[in-house]
């Protein structure tokens, strides 16, 4: 009788032991989603709060793979990214300054987004999530917009940027956002009133940014949402392009139509950084300049019809990755957007509910179009939310599967 009265006492202990460690995996399934939630709205707002969140979410992560011993799941397109990260390593061992290229790599940690929502953004969490990202948006083109118009921020010297630290951030996150509004309102089963009224303060907020690429990004992503969802929306275009010339202020016209102006010095500055580019690709084909090198060996294979004596980058996402890490890693680059689009659209043609993968769907296309203008891959806040954006149709599968 006492074995028995052990026996019982240990089955017992054991069986607290694993409700204690059940209790615990739910706790940190619980934080990592609220963390996550928090990221995607801290992003229009504050990096520094974005990252922190971000951290607490891959620290629940580990801990969910280490105490429920789960194993490491991730959606197809997060290998061709892998390998385009341990390129840019590669890149950087063999670097001019091989110390600043490793520390201007520390932003391939953002690419653990994909497994980390993967994991805890579960169904329909993924909708309340989109919302949090539509309402602070709101939230940031209130207030860009509140700068143009009562803070004057309203010439290329000044614009808006919400509280980010650049225009060109600012932007690329509310060309983003408009993407995923305007796919709610074409196949959103739900909160499709709230999304219809935050969509004319993005593009207002987006236009008076004075930034070009993000204005061309916001028109290819509304394209495709269009003819994916009904060619015969394009009948509308010739009503939208009458609302922009009539009602845009006078410098935003101008600004939008230099688009088409080659003897614009920043459109000839573009091309020159063709000939940069390239020439830096034929040096070094295999490995590039190295991350970060560019606006510190620029000078040296600047060309005579460069306009600015130096730039940051290359205002060209492909042009900027072949130079900078080499041509293998720009076909990483290019396997993995393939791999995301055909991901996107798998999901898309078989699913009954449509809003997650259109909206991934146009996040890149907006990308890659507003991508040819400015390397907005290699900005943060961007990259952040294009991640989560993209991984959030196969996180719902996922779970709504098991």
Known sequence: MPDVNNAAALDARAGSGGAGARGLRTDFDHIGLLALIGVAGALQFSIAVAQILLGLAIVCWVA?????????????????????????????????????????????????????????????????????????????????????????????????????????????????????????VLFGRGERTWAALVIPALVVAVAVTFTRGAMIGVCAAAAVLFALKDFRLFALAPLFVAIFVALAPGQI??????????????????????????????????????????????????????????????????????????LPALLAWAWFIGAVIADLWRRFSRSDSRFLPAAGLACVTALLVAGLFEYNFGDSEVLMLFLIVVTLPAAAERISGS
């Open 253 to 326: 016209f101008q600004r939008f139509a230099s688009i088409f102006d080659r003897k614009n010095p920043t459109n000839m500055d573009r091309m020159a950084m063709l000939g940069e580019g390239e020439r830096m690709i034929r040096a070094h084909p295999l490995t590039g300049v190295g991350p970060s090198m560019v606006q510190r060996l620029y000078t040296e294979y600047r060309g005579n019809d460069a306009v600015n004596a130096i730039n940051p980058h290359l205002h060209n996402v492909p042009l900027q990755i072949a130079a900078e890490r080499g």
């Open 64 to 184: 969910q793979l280490v105490a429920g011993r789960e194993r490491f799941a991730v959606p197809g397109f997060f290998w061709p990214l892998a390998l385009y990260g341990l390129l840019t390593l590669v890149s950087a061992a063999f670097s001019a300054n091989p110390r600043a290229s490793f520390v201007d790599s520390k932003q391939l940690v953002l690419f653990l987004i994909v497994p980390v929502v993967y994991r805890f953004v579960s169904g329909t969490r993924g909708f309340t999530l989109m919302t949090v990202v539509v309402t602070c948006a709101a939230a940031s083109a209130a207030l860009g917009i509140f700068q143009y118009g009562i803070l004057h921020y309203d010439h290329l010297g000044q614009r808006p940027q919400g509280t980010l630290s650049h225009w060109m951030t600012y932007s690329g996150l509310l060309m983003l956002v408009f993407a995923i509004a305007l796919a709610r």
